[in-house]
């Protein structure tokens, strides 16, 4: 791994462009007038020496595809990503790698479906500070080193979920030149944690939080669980230093948030914006910490991720970098029902069936927008059937290299171009899920199949739904349509046995 000194300054760098504060005494029309000149001289620059687009990639955890606005979430405020929307390509039928954390980032980083990779669910490894999750393997081609090879610098900001510090599966052994956030996923649930790793160094945090094992005596203050340092506060302070220190190479910005994943931590001045605009029931803190205010708390979370996500907009329009730069925002799996969130009353699923850990639509259709000056028509809307292991072959179009020769993916660059009819189709897509007694899925065409407790029974019946007039997922037409079963059963054998054999069938 690359090193990088964090600067004096950065704190205070950072602090200005999280308050938003302007401190500079002079006219608006003269800061207006400085800043399109540094801007215009930037972009020139940036042209001359960076003819690859940057690629910025945020990722959700456990966001609905309902849960923004322009996907139709009437409750939390998101106008930062509704405006990505509105600059850029809004996908109604993209689909998450897995249906929960580790498997997602693995078929995005591999280029594979969950049939084929090498990290099918989350599964815990090592004790302590070793602790992480089943790890890549050691030779892997990941997005990582493709972008590498053609000359990109690659950070990842957030949470890694895909290997522990000693393990092969270390960001550093896999494609990235920085890594700041969480190796492991059970680390990532709590927000003050006691450390983290910033620019690849493990750092003590001003924190002592607790979010597991609390206890029958635990409070039930949701100010208890409240530190002094929020991680992904963190991580925006990183990755917009990142961001500042790559202007004269192509840069891939790899940026998995831990929102808005339980436990239910929002910063207090995001929980003021809430409080007080929903019917509460206080969350008693069963498995993650308690909260008065749960409802206020998930909302105060989402739209602090959004203000994130402004902030980084921003940060590449001041650099010039913005017309160089595409910026792809989706979630790793459907919404969450833990840890207190109430997913019905905001309609997380957007009337989709199913949540986090399911096969149905609830727990794998995930929001996707792709903002691309110049390239990405604004204000669009495709319909094209899409998952996140299309992304290393849509990658690799994007900067002219080659994806993994075993990927699974289709490009989709050109649907982002506008160029429908050259467009690939997939024959279908398969996910497969270990957890709840094992769990298929196959979408062909308009059509999905749901095959359950796949452990107990490799031939259960299928589920069939046809999700052109049933996107709900409803109306079992297995019986009436023994052909188009057949065709899907078929397709659920498109996988090979995993080292890992409790996550086999």
């Given at each position: 791994m690359k090193a990088i000194l964090l600067?004096?300054?950065?704190?205070?760098?950072?602090?200005?462009?999280?308050?938003?504060?302007?401190?500079?005494?002079?006219?608006?029309?003269?800061?207006?007038?400085?800043?399109?000149?540094?801007?215009?001289v930037n972009q020139q620059v940036n042209q001359q020496v960076n003819d690859k687009p940057n690629i910025v990639y945020i990722l959700a955890d456990d966001l609905g595809y309902g849960e923004v606005g322009v996907y139709g979430q009437m409750l939390i405020n998101t106008p930062n990503i509704d405006q990505l929307a509105v600059d850029g390509l809004r996908f109604t039928q993209h689909y998450s790698g897995s249906t929960v954390c580790a498997p997602t980032r693995s078929t995005i980083l591999e280029g594979k479906h969950t049939g084929y990779t090498?990290?099918?669910?989350?599964?815990?490894?090592?004790?302590?500070?070793?602790?992480?999750?089943?790890?890549?393997?050691?030779?892997?081609?990941?997005?990582?080193?493709?972008?590498?090879?053609?000359?990109?610098?690659?950070?990842i900001f957030g949470k890694w979920g895909l290997g522990g510090k000693?393990?092969?599966?270390?960001?550093?052994?896999?494609?990235?030149?920085?890594?700041s956030g969480y190796l492991d996923h059970k680390h990532a649930h709590n927000y003050y944690p006691d450390y983290i790793y910033r620019y690849g160094k493990e750092v003590e945090l001003d924190n002592n939080v607790k979010v597991h094992n609390l206890g029958e005596n635990r409070s039930y203050d949701y100010k208890t669980y409240v530190g002094k340092q929020y991680v992904p506060d963190l991580m925006l302070e990183d990755a917009l230093h990142f961001i500042n220190s790559q202007q004269k190479q192509p840069f891939f910005l790899y940026y998995p948030l831990t929102i808005p994943h339980v436990a239910l931590q929002a910063t207090e001045?995001?929980?003021?914006?809430?409080?007080?605009?929903f019917e509460e029931v206080p969350y008693r803190g069963k498995s993650y910490t308690p909260h008065q205010y749960p409802r206020a708390a998930h909302a105060a979370m989402v739209t602090h991720m959004d203000k994130h996500i402004g902030k980084i907009m921003t940060e590449l329009e001041r650099l010039g970098l913005d017309e160089n730069t595409i910026v792809m925002f989706s979630s790793d799996n459907g919404a969450s029902i833990e840890g207190g969130y109430d997913d019905?009353?905001?309609?997380?699923?957007?009337?989709?069936?199913g949540n986090k850990r399911d096969l149905y639509e609830g727990g794998i259709r995930a929001p996707f927008i792709v903002k691309w000056p110049g390239k990405v028509q604004k204000n669009t809307v495709s319909d094209h059937v899409s998952a996140q292991w299309d992304l290393m072959a849509t990658f690799a179009d994007i900067i002219g290299t080659k994806a993994n020769a075993d990927t699974n993916g289709i490009s989709f660059l050109p649907t982002l171009l506008g160029q429908q009819a050259k467009q690939q189709q997939h024959a279908h897509l398969y996910w497969e899920f270990w957890e709840q007694g094992g769990k298929?899925?196959?979408?062909?065409?308009?059509?999905?199949?749901?095959?359950l407790n796949t452990k107990s029974n490799a031939n259960a019946p299928i589920e069939l739904y046809n999700l052109a007039v049933d996107p709900s997922e409803k109306n079992d037409l297995a019986k009436q349509n023994p052909k188009i079963v057949a065709k899907i059963k078929l397709a659920m054998q498109d996988r090979a046995s995993s080292e890992k054999t409790s996550w086999n069938f």
């Open positions: 600067p004096a300054s950065l704190g205070l760098y950072a602090l200005g462009l999280l308050s938003g504060c302007v401190q500079q005494q002079v006219s608006d029309n003269t800061v207006k007038a400085a800043q399109a000149a540094s801007q215009q090498t990290v099918r669910g989350n599964w815990k490894t090592g004790k302590g500070r070793e602790q992480g999750n089943y790890p890549l393997a050691a030779g892997t081609r990941t997005i990582g080193h493709m972008l590498q090879e053609q000359g990109y610098v690659t950070g000693s393990s092969s599966g270390h960001p550093a052994k896999q494609g990235f030149d920085y890594f001045a995001s929980l003021q914006e809430y409080i007080g605009k019905k009353f905001f309609n997380a699923s957007a009337g989709l069936r298929q899925a196959v979408r062909m065409g308009d059509w999905k199949g749901v095959r």
